[in-house]
C-alpha cells in the first residue's frame, strides 16, 4: 500500500492540475496538521482516495466542528457553517482509532504546551488521551493479533526529529506509546525541513517514525 503523508506546508507538488498523475497510485492519505481545511478537501476530491487527519496548533478555525467544547455545544451554528467544516469529505481521528484499507490508524493531534494556546497539550494530558484509546487498542489485539498500525500525531516523539525550542518539543509519552504498541509507522508533522539532508526518518524500536513536512511517501511493503 502506498500513503501520501502531508504536512504544515501547501505543496505545490501535491496541490497542482497534475496531482492525479504524480500520485496515481496513492491508496489512502494522511494529514499530520497545520494544513487548512481546503487543500484536504482539494486533495479528496483530486485523488478520491481516503484522507485522515489531526490537527496542529496552526490553522483550527474549524477544531470546534470536530471537537467541540462544553462551551461549543451552547452556541448556536448555522448550517452554512456546518456543511462548510464538513465538506472536506476528510475524516478526523484526532484521539481515535480508524481501520482503512487494512491498516489501523489511531491519531494523537496537538503539540506541547508552550502558551496555553489551543490544541496544546502537557505530556500528563497526552498521557491521558492515551489511556482512553486503550480499550480500542486492546481490542484490535485481541481480534486482530496487533494494536495499530500506525500512529498521526503532529508533533514529534521527545528526542525524535524535535527541537529544544518550548514551541516545538517532542512528547516524552510517544516514546512509552511506541515501545507498548509497536506502530509500524509513527506519522508527525511540526517541524519544518529546509534542508535536503535533514533527517526524515528514524528507526525506533519496532516503529518508523516519519517527517510528513510538506509530503512524504510511505509504502507499506517497501518499509517492511
Known sequence: MKILCVADQIDPLVYSASIKERFADIDLV?????LPMDY?????????KPLLFVFGNHNLKDLSYYRPSSEDRMLPRSLADEANASSSGATYIGFKTRNENGLIVAGLGGCMR?????????????????LALLPRLWWNKLIRGRYLDILLTHAPPAGIHDQDDPCHRGFP???WFMKTFKPRFLVHGHIHLYDL??????????????NAYSHYLIDTEASL
Open 30 to 34: 494522511l494529514s499530520a496538521g497545520d
Open 40 to 48: 484536504l478537501g482539494f486533495i479528496v476530491s483530486t485523488l478520491n
Open 114 to 130: 508552550y502558551n496555553r494556546g489551543m490544541n496544546q497539550f502537557t505530556d500528563f494530558q497526552m498521557r491521558m488521551h492515551m
Open 173 to 175: 509519552s510517544f516514546l
Open 197 to 210: 539532508n535533514d533527517v526524515r526518518s528514524t528507526r525506533f524500536g519496532d516503529t518508523l517514525v516519519v
